[in-house]
């Protein structure tokens, strides 16, 4: 059978939807072009794999399209504001006001799920400093794992990734949790993503495989199981297995 990429969001806000990471969660797409915005190609997106190059910020939905779009939305119930979508919300370079308008207007936390390429910027980290949670996606241990899983489109080495997640986590004033996807490529080096979980110190670790619909297959509750075991100890985990 065919994989055909999952619709991209018709909104720039959209939901809510259960999420096993965060509860309800009302999304915003602050990429809204239709076509997916990403620093990252990586291999499992269900978004399918990306034509447009983007490793550069700019203001894609500008804030009076936010604003219009969250007063249309009062009265839903939801857990979290999550910016996501369709791409790396912080390409946006409107990101920090956007969480700003967003938590002003709906009384409501902020999470933002990002794939952590641009952390190594000072105004990314200090704009995710206004989010109440921040998910951040480390899947590789070495830059060999890194351009096979998440073929990434910037040339940052992921030592200089991690270290920039290690940065932020020790001055943020919220929630950092982490997100690390499992498949076939990188299950042998789950006890080297289980130590830089650990020199991280994140608030959580979500254990992951893509069990979305996409071009790879997911791992088997079994193996995610092996997974697990190598991160004993570290503080939050959860596996996407023991929320189903």
């Keep these: 059978m ?6 991209f969001p018709r ?14 969660s009302l999304g915003i797409d602050l990429l809204g072009s239709g076509e997916k915005m990403c620093s990252f190609d990586c291999v499992y997106c269900e ?11 700019r203001e894609f939905v500008p804030l009076a399209g936010l604003k219009e779009a969250l007063s249309r939305v009062e009265g839903r119930d939801f857990d979290y ?21 967003a938590k002003e207007m709906l009384g409501k936390p902020v999470a933002v799920l990002t794939n952590s390429s641009e952390m190594p910027r000072d105004d ?17 241990p070495n830059d060999v794992l890194y351009r ?12 200089d990734i991690t270290g920039a997640v290690k940065f932020f986590k020790s ?17 042998t080096a789950a006890g080297e993503m289980a130590e ?24 088997s509750p079994a193996d995610m199981s092996v997974v697990k075991a190598a991160f004993a100890g570290v503080k939050g985990v959860r596996m996407v297995y023991d929320a189903r």
């Excluded at 978004?47 to 910020?57: D, I």
């Design 11 to 24: 909104a720039i806000v959209y939901g809510p939807h259960l999420s096993w990471r965060i509860g309800r």
């Design 171 to 187: 001055q943020y004033r919220g929630k950092l949790a982490l997100q690390m996807m499992f498949t076939e490529t990188n299950k």
């Design 47 to 57: 978004l399918g794999p990306g034509r447009l190059h983007v490793s550069r910020r």
């Design 81 to 101: 504001l999550t910016f996501s979508g369709s791409g790396e919300p912080t390409l946006a370079s409107n990101l920090g006001a956007a969480i700003l308008m």
């Design 148 to 159: 096979a899983i998440n073929r990434p489109w910037v040339t940052t080495p992921i030592s």
């Design 196 to 219: 830089i979980a650990r020199d991280i110190a994140a608030d959580g670790v979500q254990l992951c495989t893509p069990i979305r619909r996409c071009a790879v297959s997911a791992l």
């Design 124 to 140: 990314v980290r200090r704009e995710l400093g206004a989010a109440d949670l921040v998910v951040a996606k480390i899947d590789a």
């Design 2 to 7: 065919t994989y055909r990429p999952t619709a």
